[in-house]
């Protein structure tokens, strides 16, 4: 029987020494979805990541990898995850090409090499030792050795860190195409845009814990306020506005002519709005209802400020 | 199963896990190890260059008493043990060191090869620099008008005891020390061994006591098993084979017990 999520954590703590990375952490992945795992440094995502390839044995809790036990059925799993470290892994003098069609001949039905080769874009470097590839490129030779054995599920740690825009959107579409063929991907991010664009499910990390998992709308969706703007004549009467709008709602004129509504913005919101504007006379020349991205809800969650 | 259609499309990257049949696992792995070895300059300045250029110049010019009979006899049995030593030992210990300095272990270890393939792929490629070091070697050294005698099996014995012997104590160091410290001493451990474990110069020359402790040495057991049956024509160098079993013995096991893989 096989288990319905790709991956399953419950209650994963993990200490080094006296620290406590991972503290009663619990994450689902079902099978064939993106989900991002975002958290600030040092918030325990690389642990519960490197626990789930089975690096790490949990001081307690269970985790499974497409139902298996990462540590005691390693052998059984390793074959059906590829992972992507942000270290590399590679031989400073090993040659790009020599490097994949090794990991490929380490697999029962790999991609083949030539195609994956072109596909990430690294056709011209397939002599180039490792250590002479760009940044850019080393990064594209993690990701295509985390493909090449065709695994069922994939980790990437930061798959994109350190690369340019199109190289980026690249490995997005990549991503896209991973989830269109029915791969799961576990990718850890900091970048929320990345994160927003390409998954189903996010999980916020942060003291060693999941502090908040959701679709990217349902995260920017809930909690705290959205914002409506609206331009139109200066020194408009707020006062008989606001008499109009639910009693949470605050209202401002930011600079003149320009004014900002906080609040649960809903369509019932904006339609009192603009029957306002109509009774009044005004004509708001423009009008924009602005969501909460998920850098908002991040840093909402995690704190606003820099940690160590 | 979920909406999106998980596991029924054709796609390109339709997953089909799977590892490799064991054999070709490891063979892939001794391949690339062997070929990564034999690119890498220093490793065939200390595997080839030095035993060849060692191997000519003590037996060209006089410049240790090597005692009675042509040099070359005594000289190339030492050479081939320091070949062994070069490879089992410093070669695999720097390489390794670096492997898993530059997380090339931690990135295999999440591939289907198991450990036990690894090492096995690494005792592979060894195996195979070795040989063509012993073929380099003896042609040296028969040009240089070497006459070899003795029982192969005996020879080919203590390679292998002795390679397991030097295989343990490099792991052991590649898998405890930072990859400079390795590095570092498993140089020093060459030039040491080199100097004082009969390789070129003969136990003899040093002082008694001295000469106690070195014989129990690895390579001292193995130049010396080497030459009694190379030189000699003894049948089984059974003191030297055993001090080379009771080396590989502790060094395994160490490695096995203290290797560290990150």
């Known amino acids: ?308 | 199963m979920t909406g999106t259609g998980t596991g029924t499309t054709g796609g390109r990257y339709a997953p089909a896990p799977g590892a490799a049949p064991l054999p070709r696992m490891v063979r892939a792995q001794a391949w690339l190890e062997t070929r990564t070895q034999l690119r890498n300059g220093e490793q065939l300045l200390l595997t080839v260059v030095i035993p060849t250029l060692l191997l000519v110049l003590f037996s060209a010019v006089d410049i240790v008493d090597t005692g009675r009979g042509s040099r070359v006899d005594f000289l190339a049995p030492g050479i081939l043990a320091l070949a062994v030593l070069s490879t089992a030992f410093t070669g695999q210990a720097i390489a390794t060191g670096f492997e898993r300095r530059y997380g090339v272990l931690k990135r295999l270890g999440a591939s289907p090869l198991p450990r036990w393939g690894l090492m096995t792929a690494k005792t592979c490629s060894v195996l195979v620099i070795e040989a063509l070091q012993v073929l380099l070697l003896s042609a040296v050294a028969l040009v240089l008008g070497w006459s070899p005698h003795g029982n192969p099996a005996a020879v080919l014995l203590l390679l292998l005891l002795g390679t397991a012997a030097f295989s343990g104590l490099g792991l052991l160091m590649a898998g405890t020390l930072r990859a400079e410290a390795t590095l570092a001493a498993a140089n020093l451990v060459f030039i040491l061994l080199l100097v004082g474990g009969g390789v070129v110069v003969p136990l003899e020359r040093f002082p008694d006591g001295a000469q106690s402790v070195l014989q129990l040495l690895p390579i001292s057991a193995l130049s010396d098993g080497l030459r009694e049956v190379l030189r000699h024509g003894t049948g089984m160098p059974w003191g030297d084979l055993g001090v080379l079993a009771v080396w590989a013995v502790l060094g395994l096991g160490a490695a096995a017990r203290f290797f560290k893989w990150e």
């Open chain 1, 1 to 308: 029987m096989r288990s319905s999520a790709a991956v399953e954590v419950a209650g994963l703590v993990k200490r080094y020494g006296s620290r406590t990375a991972v503290d009663g952490l619990d994450l689902t992945v079902a099978r064939g979805t993106v989900t991002a795992f975002l958290g600030p440094n040092g918030a325990g995502k690389t642990t519960t990541v490197e626990t789930c390839e089975g690096y790490r044995r949990p001081d307690s809790g269970t985790v499974r990898v497409l139902g298996l036990d990462p540590v005691a059925q390693s052998a059984e799993l390793r074959p059906r995850i590829g992972v992507m470290l942000q270290s590399g892994g590679i031989y400073p003098t090993a040659r790009a090409e020599e490097t994949l069609r090794h990991m490929a001949a380490l697999h029962a039905h790999p991609l083949e090499v030539p195609a994956l080769i072109e596909r990430l874009g690294l056709g011209g470097c397939g002599r180039t030792p490792y250590r002479r590839l760009s940044g850019g490129q080393q990064q594209r030779l993690g990701l295509a050795l985390a493909l090449v054995g065709r695994p069922e599920l994939v980790f990437l740690d930061e798959p994109t860190a350190g690369l340019d825009p199109q190289a980026r959107h690249a490995t997005w579409d990549l991503v896209r195409e991973l989830r269109a063929d029915g791969v799961t991907v576990l990718l850890t991010t900091h970048a929320m845009d990345e994160a927003e664009e390409l998954s189903d499910d996010v999980a916020i990390v942060d003291g060693g814990r999941v502090i908040a998992q959701g679709s990217p709308e349902e995260l920017c969706r809930g909690g705290a306020e959205n914002t409506l703007r609206f331009t139109g004549r200066p020194g408009l009467d707020l006062k008989s506005l606001l008499k109009a709008l639910p009693p949470q709602t605050g209202a401002a004129e930011l600079s003149p002519g320009s004014y900002r509504l906080t609040g649960t913005v809903d369509p019932q919101l904006l339609a009192t709005v603009t029957s306002w504007c109509a009774q009044n006379g005004v004509l708001p020349d423009r009008i924009s209802v602005e969501r909460r991205t998920l850098e908002d809800v991040f840093l909402e969650l995690t704190g606003k400020e820099l940690r160590s």
